[in-house]
């Protein structure tokens, strides 16, 4: 049983979007592929046949499993977000009181983490040591490289 993930309008679009992708464009083709192998003969012996099949298993295997997040996928109303503390889908600007280097970053679902973009997964040392923080509080926070203290600067939309 999956757990209840939290998503913002665009990543939750860009998870039905992939399903579709998968359902009615890489589905018909693993389709084809199959049929095509099957055409060519003895299927006992035939590595063509073998391989698409195997595609198709991970791909129902991928369906399902996207299923099953959309099925525990839950929108976040922007408006009811409480900014006094950190939460899913704020923006937060932090202090690394160590090098003195300020970052600001979106907290953001597993799934729609984009270092690229400033977006920190929820689930990701920085993303659960700032959860439930106020701007003024000071945190250390474990990461691989060792424990840095960190300073809430700023939480927005």
Known sequence: MSQIAYYTEEGLLKLK?????????????IIKA???????????????YDAAREAQGLLEFKINKLKDILANARLIDETQLDLSKVSILTKV?????????????????????????????????????????????????AVPSGVIPFEIIEISL
């Not at 970053?105 to 990701?124: F, H, P, R």
């Open 93 to 141: 600007k932090i202090k690394n009181l160590k090098n003195g280097a300020n970052m600001q970053y979106t907290i953001v679902a597993e799934n729609e983490a984009n270092l690229k973009e400033l977006k920190i997964s929820i689930d990701s040392p920085i993303g659960k040591g700032l959860l439930g923080k106020k701007v003024g509080d000071k945190v250390d926070i």
């Open 34 to 48: 199959i049929a095509e192998a099957r055409d060519k003969g003895d299927l006992s012996e035939n590595a063509e």
């Open 17 to 29: 979007n992939e399903l579709h992708n998968l359902e009615k464009v890489e589905r018909p083709g």
